[in-house]
């Protein structure tokens, strides 16, 4: 099992940046595929970025491309999010999670964090 904990989220204006991170404890960081998740307000959850188990390959949904970055550094059991050039429509609660799967992005995830408010003003 793993335990995530998010940090970094905050309110920026339109055009800035965030970098978000996410803390893991547990079992072993570099066994899972890592991912991050969004959910604004009256939508469901959607898919953002993911990473493979060494971070070799990672993906991203089309409307992140080019402005977000998904990175992890195993050693200090920690997958960050770098946001750029941000937008209002990227307001949204931000989800770190874990996956056993080897597949880039997984199909499903195992362990979530409880995320973190990220506010794009206009």
């Known amino acids: 099992q793993v335990h995530l904990v998010e940090s970094g989220g905050g309110l920026v204006q339109a055009g800035g940046s965030l970098r978000l991170s996410c803390a893991a404890s547990g079992r072993t960081f570099s066994s899972y595929t890592m991912g991050w998740f969004r959910q604004a307000p009256g939508k469901e959850r959607e898919f953002v970025a993911a990473?493979?188990?060494?971070?070799?390959?990672?993906y991203y949904v089309d409307s992140v491309k080019g402005r977000f970055t998904i990175s992890r550094d195993n050693a200090k059991n920690t997958v960050s999010l770098q946001m750029n050039s941000l937008k209002p429509e990227d307001t949204a609660v931000y989800y770190c999670a874990a996956s056993d799967s080897v597949t880039v992005p997984p199909g499903s995830y195992d362990y979530w964090g409880q995320g973190t408010q990220v506010t794009v003003s206009s």
């Open positions: 990473i493979s188990r060494r971070g070799f390959s990672t």
